[in-house]
């Protein structure tokens, strides 16, 4: 089938549908587009063969590509490893250690004073002292220290407090307090010089040894847990093929967890996860539906324009479920290559940016739930999208169209590093910073292939298509030309004007030109009939009647709709061409038939108007004056300034009282820059022209020896030379 034919076959199908109410039409594209989204995210890809922890696998599973595993067992036996390696944090209690020393030095001073004074029974004064002192200590051991000679009992002190003054500066916690009483004991030993004293030393001095420090648990975690922190994951390399688990082996975590990274997966469908979606898509359709109806109301009511939205999101959206797969089942940089700049600049492009970004935001979403909930790929797509969306639009040009893929290639490839680089991603940020590059060089040239399709298939106008049709190549321009020159000249001159006055009030100029050319294409069937293309003395009209050549003439922009629709033209040129004339009268005949009516009856004026649309929007309305203006400049005896603005103010004003422009959105301020916009360009087209010089015949001779006559322009110097040799 070939591309006439698809179109001509689509237009069937839009006749068919146009039978249909507008709502019925919006329900059946949201049933569709509800079934279609819902079957995509329904089937759920999820990674791991469906394995149950704590259950027997089903089946043996082998890995389906080499993986790098993280093994959660071996990294956390080295991060236990790491914390036991720190010691406890243990916080020394000086006060603690004055007051021991200082308990041994009154216990001392005690025996001195009961050694100096005391002459009661030792053994009672024994009992005595350890309640005085504050401190058990055998009564046994304070009798041996009450006998003792002076140079002995002068030792023993000695030593105690050289070697309690020592260890007592030591960090003593109820944990090592043995082991420093040991170390202790050691001491005492090396220190005294007689060995029988050593008992006695040691059982005072051992009295006096307490724990002077304690442990600071909370640092102690802390320290713990930054050494635990510092010790990087173990990876375990697992080669395609290998075995993970065999049937009838119980699952463990660290199992399933390694089935998901070996490329394994399985598809399934839950009733839950099902109402879970299909609640969630119906909050979407109800939002984007009150959007529309609130902000974009022109394409609400194009169910047309409403089923290429649904369909961009559609194709993402199986795009995206490929990928997911691909995902899931090999490589995690394949997630880089979701099309999101190619729906966002589609949709820029046909529509506008803000429903750009309200595609963006479902398709995020989309994706999220496509891949598993996983933030980063929601995430590469949320802002992946972001510039695509507003750096073209529908007056884009071939040019910015690959200036805007170029730098949306350099932005999925930044986002691409970013994303990798934030998240857990188990690859290199530089392969996934091409691939977010390769992905918007080759969806934004997808993106301008495609776009033709589009255009002509769901009746989009974009500025593509438009300058396609200014081409002078075109076969209906070239057909125009052939057939009807003067219209063709017409329409050029229209259009030159039609432009000039859509740039100065900020309408649409080369929707206007291209309109502007064809707007008279109709008039290619009966040429003869207008007289433009009438020859010097032939004029059809004058053995019609006055009501035959008004329908005769009225019915070229009836001719000029049937002409476009079969040649598919973009929607808002034909309706344009519909309404150029409005329900203006064809005054001239109209004048006629009153005329010739006068002495037998009245005139109906309807027969003599046009019964077409008003001009809807401010280009329509810059057309119909546009037209008037230029065909009422051509009847001009001369065209000064002063009579083209006086013929320019007629002529508007004539149309705004007629009622002409009610609906075409012109302020008044748009009319004034029109006729400034009109005078300037019809004054520089019918400016005065220089006189030249006069023609000097000048004799020559052929080459057959007669004589012919040589035309040439000279100036007043060359000229007075050649009279002279003539």
Known sequence: MNYPRYLDNVNKIKTRLEKTSLASKRLVIAIGFFAVLLTLIAFEIQPGAGLEVGKSSPENVYAAKDFKYLDLKKTEEKRKEAANRVPEVIVYDEKAASAAISDMRNFFVLLENERAFSTGDIEKIAEEIPEKAKTYIKPETISELLQLSPEDFALVKKIAFQVFAKVVKMKITERNLGEITELYRMKIR?????????????????????????????????????????????????????????????????????SKDAGVTRTTVRLMSVSRYAVLLIVILTLSALYLSRFERVYFDSPG?????????????????????????????????????????????????????????????????????????????????????FIANRKSGRHELREAGLISSAWLGFVALGTSYLSDFRGSIFLSAGAGFLNGAVFSAMTMGILPFLETTFRVTTRQWLL???????????????????????????????????????????????????????????????????????????????????????????????????????????????SHHGTGLVRYFYDRAVEAMSASGEVDKSCFKYKYDLPRGKTAGILLLADSVEAAARTLPRRTPALLESMIDKIIEEKM????????????????????????ILSSSYHPRIEYPAVVQLKGESADGSEVNIRNRMGSRKRAKANKKA
């Open 305 to 389: 324009l409403l089923a290429l939205l649904c369909s961009i999101v559609i194709f993402y959206a199986l795009v995206a479920k490929l990928l997911s797969y691909l995902y899931f089942s090999f490589s995690q940089t394949l997630m880089f290559f979701i099309p999101v700049s190619a729906v966002t600049l589609m949709s820029s492009i046909l529509f506008n940016s803000n429903l750009a970004v309200l595609v963006l935001l479902i398709c995020s979403v989309v994706t999220g739930i496509m891949f598993g909930g996983s933030f980063q790929p929601a995430a590469f797509a949320a802002l992946g999208g972001s510039i695509p969306a």
């Open 468 to 578: 396609e049709l200014a081409s002078p190549e075109q076969e209906l321009l070239k057909e125009l030309s052939l057939k009807a020159p003067g219209t063709y000249s017409h329409s050029i001159m229209v259009a030159n004007l039609a432009e000039a006055a859509a740039r100065e009030i900020g309408s649409d100029p080369i929707l206007a030109r291209v309109t502007a050319y064809y707007h008279d294409i109709g008039k290619i069937k009966r040429p003869q009939f207008f007289i433009e293309n009438q020859p010097p003395g032939k004029n059809p009209h004058e053995g019609l009647k006055p009501s035959l050549s008004a329908l005769v003439i009225t019915s070229h922009v009836r001719d000029s709709v049937e002409i476009l629709e079969r040649n598919h033209f973009p929607p808002e040129i034909v309706s344009i061409t519909r």
């Open 190 to 258: 090396d220190s005294l010089s007689k060995e029988f004293l050593e008992p006695v030393t040691l059982a005072i001095t051992e009295s006096f040894l307490r724990p002077n420090s304690r442990i600071d648990y909370v640092e102690t975690e802390k320290r713990r847990a930054e050494a635990a922190s510092r010790v990087k994951p173990v990876y375990t390399i697992v080669r395609q093929g290998q075995l993970i688990v065999s049937r009838g082996q119980l699952v463990t975590y660290e199992i399933a967890e390694m």
């Open 657 to 680: 009282t007629g009622g002409q422009l009610d609906q075409s959105d012109l302020t008044f301020r748009d009319i004034k820059k029109i006729k400034v916009a009109f005078l300037k």
